[in-house]
């Protein structure tokens, strides 16, 4: 397409990818129906943050401290709150003297915990080299590769294996440009929560590689029971692993970006500092005040959430019409396989916006190419963590509906 611009564009700009979100929210403008639109297609929380946040961050918003800078890597306060929740978050599958081996000096405050991707990689890796991104992938990290030169390497997850990637695959991948490995668990767009000893596998394979593993965690407040893992009680634990996590879903507050990266204090405070200071100087000064002393009180309000959505999961499942096929499900996310032979999931999806006003994403957005081979990509992402329990229902009668009104074959 000609430009009206005098002038050029980097070429690693021009490999990457559109954002697929103002996609769905195109598809989302031109809806023309008369019944409320259920919109399912975005990883954003249903609710606001509890009362007791929203009056903390005015008081800590207009407050003398919040006009200023802190340091590079975040308030003292919240950091310290942080390596404290984590020990609270680790804990519970530890045995025997086993504890959880975080200090706030493991600990820096991203602007959201895209960022803490970002810096991650510009730490990690530069042009040319390789990371291994298991497939569907978030695109937000395949994205910052692109954008940044770096050759992201599919690995790719199947429908029979629930779309828990396998180690054994992954090494096959990895090379002398091979940099880091790079896993989302609860799953995003999968939803699928990958196994602590699986996790602990993908560590050990790291370490034998020399190579980072990267582990994005931003819904581990969402497994319903237990430690996401036991990785943290390791005292070696962050020399190959760095963790990132976002308050934007456990906290329900995206929009005031707030995320962190836990590693080894000689990354947080050489290569990343650098990145950090050059990128964002520090993270968002109000919500850090705010946040730093409140917590452990909100660890209810987290559960709160978390049972909710385990419902909402829950009348998924049971609701959804027998031909639609869930292949994963966990976090904020079921991948459901559509029944409508011959056709791909974008034009399901674009057309389910016009015809019955549900908007979902389809498998498309999160892969270059089908993860199973085929000609044929089926895989839907379905939210149920901006909806409420009747709006699920109400998605899968509608799911239904289409069925009888377009009158494709089916499986």
Same mark, same amino acid.
């Given at each position: 397409?000609?430009?009206?611009?005098g002038?050029?564009?980097?070429?690693?700009?021009?490999?990457?990818?559109?954002?697929?979100?103002?996609?769905?929210?195109?598809?989302?403008?031109?809806f023309?129906?008369k019944?409320?639109?259920?919109?399912?297609?975005?990883?954003?929380?249903?609710?606001?943050?509890?009362?007791?946040?929203?009056t903390?961050?005015?008081?800590?918003?207009?407050?003398?401290?919040?006009f200023?800078?802190?340091?590079?890597?975040?308030?003292?306060?919240?950091?310290?709150?942080?390596?404290?929740?984590?020990k609270?978050a680790?804990?519970?599958?530890?045995?025997?003297?086993?504890t959880?081996?975080v200090?706030?000096?493991?600990?820096?405050?991203?602007?959201?915990c895209?960022?803490?991707?970002v810096?991650?990689?510009?730490?990690?890796?530069?042009?040319?080299?390789?990371?291994?991104l298991?497939?569907?992938?978030?695109?937000?990290?395949?994205?910052?590769l692109?954008?940044?030169?770096?050759?992201?390497?599919?690995?790719?997850?199947? $429908?029979e294996?629930?779309?828990?990637p396998? =180690?054994?695959?992954? *090494?096959?991948?990895?090379? /002398?440009? +091979? #940099?880091?490995?790079?896993?989302?668990?609860?799953?995003n767009p999968t939803g699928?929560?990958?196994?602590?000893?699986?996790?602990?596998?993908?560590l050990?394979?790291?370490a034998?590689?020399?190579i980072?593993?990267?582990?994005?965690?931003?819904?581990?407040?969402?497994?319903?029971?237990?430690?996401?893992?036991?990785?943290?009680?390791?005292?070696?634990?962050?020399?190959?692993?760095?963790?990132?996590?976002?308050?934007?879903?456990?906290?329900?507050l $995206?929009?005031h970006?707030?995320?962190?990266? =836990?590693?080894?204090? *000689?990354?947080?405070?050489? /290569?990343? +500092? #650098?990145v950090?200071?050059?990128?964002q100087?520090?993270?968002?000064?109000?919500?850090?005040?705010?946040?730093?002393?409140?917590?452990?009180?909100?660890?209810?309000?987290?559960?709160?959430?978390?049972q909710?959505?385990?419902?909402?999961?829950?009348?998924?499942?049971?609701?959804?019409?027998g031909?639609?096929?869930?292949g994963?499900?966990?976090g904020?996310?079921?991948?459901?396989?559509?029944?409508?032979?011959?056709?791909?999931?974008?034009?399901v999806?674009e057309?389910?916006?016009?015809?019955?006003?549900?908007?979902?994403l389809?498998?498309?957005?999160?892969?270059?190419?089908?993860?199973?081979?085929?000609?044929?990509?089926?895989?839907?992402?379905?939210s149920?963590?901006?909806?409420?329990?009747e709006?699920?229902?109400?998605?899968?009668?509608?799911?239904?509906?289409?069925?009888?009104l377009?009158?494709?074959?089916r499986?």
């Amino acid at each position: 397409m000609a430009s009206s611009l005098g002038f050029g564009m980097a070429k690693t700009v021009q490999n990457t990818i559109f954002p697929p979100i103002p996609q769905a929210y195109k598809w989302i403008a031109s809806f023309k129906g008369k019944r409320p639109l259920l919109n399912m297609s975005q990883g954003v929380p249903g609710v606001p943050p509890p009362v007791s946040v929203q009056t903390a961050l005015g008081n800590a918003s207009s407050s003398s401290p919040s006009f200023g800078y802190t340091q590079v890597v975040g308030d003292d306060s919240l950091r310290t709150a942080l390596a404290e929740e984590m020990k609270f978050a680790y804990q519970p599958e530890l045995s025997g003297t086993a504890t959880v081996v975080v200090e706030k000096e493991n600990i820096a405050l991203t602007s959201g915990c895209n960022l803490a991707f970002v810096a991650v990689m510009l730490c990690v890796a530069t042009k040319d080299d390789e990371v291994i991104l298991p497939v569907p992938w978030y695109f937000n990290h395949q994205m910052t590769l692109t954008l940044h030169g770096i050759k992201p390497i599919p690995l790719q997850t199947l $429908p029979e294996d629930g779309f828990v990637p396998s =180690v054994e695959a992954c *090494e096959k991948l990895i090379t /002398p440009k +091979t #940099k880091a490995i790079a896993l989302v668990t609860p799953n995003n767009p999968t939803g699928a929560t990958y196994p602590p000893d699986l996790l602990a596998s993908f560590l050990e394979l790291a370490a034998k590689h020399n190579i980072a593993l990267v582990l994005d965690e931003t819904y581990r407040d969402f497994i319903p029971s237990g430690a996401p893992h036991t990785l943290f009680s390791s005292p070696t634990w962050s020399c190959n692993l760095i963790h990132l996590f976002s308050f934007s879903k456990s906290y329900c507050l $995206p929009g005031h970006r707030l995320g962190a990266i =836990v590693a080894s204090p *000689e990354f947080i405070n050489g /290569p990343l +500092t #650098k990145v950090l200071d050059t990128y964002q100087i520090c993270a968002p000064r109000p919500i850090q005040l705010a946040l730093g002393s409140m917590l452990p009180p909100l660890r209810g309000f987290i559960r709160e959430q978390t049972q909710g959505i385990q419902v909402r999961h829950k009348i998924f499942r049971e609701c959804l019409p027998g031909t639609w096929k869930i292949g994963s499900q966990g976090g904020y996310y079921a991948f459901v396989r559509h029944p409508f032979k011959g056709k791909k999931a974008l034009e399901v999806c674009e057309k389910m916006v016009q015809d019955i006003g549900l908007v979902v994403l389809p498998e498309e957005f999160f892969c270059e190419e089908s993860p199973n081979g085929g000609s044929e990509s089926r895989w839907v992402r379905f939210s149920v963590a901006n909806v409420d329990d009747e709006k699920v229902r109400d998605a899968c009668k509608r799911l239904e509906e289409c069925e009888t009104l377009w009158g494709w074959e089916r499986d």
